[in-house]
């Protein structure tokens, strides 16, 4: 689920504040689905609070396991025992983990139980439509991905944050199910939309963080995303090395057509270009820190590539781009007390091979250092690199 799949990011939250929040006198915050959940003391018993929080902590536990059939099994056992927001609770967890098993037509009847009862806000609306989307009902999710954007509409002036986020997903999941359904004029407004709510694209780029807690479905359906907001902002070359990940992950997904279109109308005529073939040596155009959990903040990990860049010179040199093309990639790393990378992951789609990866990889331990102020706990960071000719 995306578009809004904020799946496990709502879910998660659930859990979190029916496990965590204390019982009396503590304000739960206002106008979330779980807020409402959480909230509801006066009209719910307390019994019934304890044991869905004790059920989402056992779904959590089997999730981290790996054991998705056992928490869908232990969901679809739980749900009738409950009433009202306890069992909305239990019907928004099984939509997820029935997206992530791939059961689409599933899941969107956990979220349609949610919309009968009159429970739905825009996450719900928004997960509905991405798995109606995945199942390849595009006409109803774009309906689904219209009600998100109106239910976001309505929030109040004090949650103009989550509003924003609310709206930037739906508008993201409409402009994609209406590019897929070959409304291309619509979908270039709706990203527009999108993007006006998230110019940096940073949902998407979180979305793309392998094991965060917001992700779409089918797994690597987000490469889609960006590209199409690539092609929108006029950045080719993000957009065709985005549709060429998209296919790579699926190759025979439901939508490789669509991607296989935008690829046919780029300037390469979506033929990837191959490491050191003809062309210019590239070089880090701009970076962002998409992530930073930990002891050091995401301006100070930038600030560390800024002054560093040099580093991956060498790596560069054995890349050749035409001119004027820009292709993405990220570095995922953990950092220490003092500063230095302990591990370091690159993700690099074509025209990168193995090779670029394990020298950026390699050059990064060996030479980046950060600036820790004060004692400092371990960070686990994430930065997008923005390469290209001039």
Known sequence: MKGGLRARQV????????????????????????????????AARAGDSSDIAALLERVDADEAAGR???????????????????????WFRLGIVRSRLGRYRESASAYAAMVADGAADS????NFAEVLM???????????????????????????????????LAYYGLAVALDRDEQPAAAREAMMRALAHDPTASVLKVAATSGGDLFFVPEGDVFY??????????????????????I????????VRAAN???????????????GAGGAAPRVLAHATVLASGGTAAPLVDAAWRDQLGILDDCLDDVRLPSRVTVRFAIEMDVDRRGRPTRVSVKAPA???????????????????????GPASLTLARTEMVVGTP
């Open 134 to 168: 995945a199942a390849g009902r595009l006409h109803d999710a774009e309906a689904r991905y219209r009600d998100a954007i109106s239910a976001a509409s309505d929030l109040g002036v004090g949650d103009r944050r989550e509003r924003t986020h609310e709206l930037a």
């Open 68 to 90: 998705l059939d056992a928490a869908c099994a232990r969901l679809e056992k739980a749900v009738p025992r409950y009433t009202g927001a306890e069992r909305n609770a239990a």
């Open 11 to 42: 879910a998660a939250a659930t859990a979190v504040c029916l496990l965590f929040a204390p019982a009396a006198g503590r304000a739960v915050p206002d106008g979330s689905f779980w807020g409402k959940v959480a909230g509801a003391a006066p």
């Open 248 to 255: 790579a992950r699926a190759p025979h997904g439901r939508w």
């Open 351 to 373: 025209p990168f091979d193995e090779r670029f990866a394990r020298c950026v990889e390699s050059a990064t331990a060996q030479h980046l250092r950060l600036t820790v102020v």
């Open 123 to 126: 996450a719900v609306y928004s």
């Open 261 to 275: 279109a935008h690829l046919a109308r780029k300037p390469g005529a979506g033929k990837r270009q191959v490491a």
């Open 225 to 246: 995303y960006l590209g199409l907001a690539a092609e929108v902002e006029g950045r080719d070359g993000d957009a065709e090395s985005a549709f060429q990940e998209f």
